[in-house]
């Protein structure tokens, strides 16, 4: 009988360190910065920045010739890649080989 008392008294000190230690992950989660906001993206489970890729986009491809056709691609880019270089053309260099890399299935570059 003892043995069934420690047992039980065992799982339900358990149980009180899982519960206060989710607790404490909660108060760290939510002390982050919000203006700084990292987020956990897939498989390989890096922290990743937020960026806004329509607005960035958006000004990359203002002097485009064919402006929703660069947005479309820009977009593609931004997600892959979290990076949109700046001012309207050249400086791709700035986001890396993922951006520069980046091939349409004609092998011409599909980044702007």
């Known amino acids: 009988m003892a043995v069934r008392v420690l047992l039980a008294l065992g799982v339900v000190l358990l149980c009180l360190a899982q519960v206060s230690s989710d607790i404490k992950a909660e108060q760290d989660i939510t002390n982050v910065d919000e203006e700084a906001s990292l987020v956990v993206k897939g498989g390989n489970r890096r922290l990743m920045q937020e960026i806004d890729c329509g607005g960035l986009c958006k000004q ?41 890399g980046m091939t349409t299935h004609g092998n011409t570059t599909k980044c702007p």
């Not at 002097?63 to 479309?72: E, G």
């Not at 053309?89 to 951006?99: I, L």
Request: proline fraction near 7%.
């Open 60 to 100: 990359r491809c203002s002097l485009n010739s064919r402006p929703n056709r660069c947005n479309r691609a820009c977009g593609t880019c931004c997600l892959r890649c979290k990076c949109v270089p700046p001012g309207t053309s050249g400086n791709r260099e700035v986001c890396g080989t993922c951006y520069t």
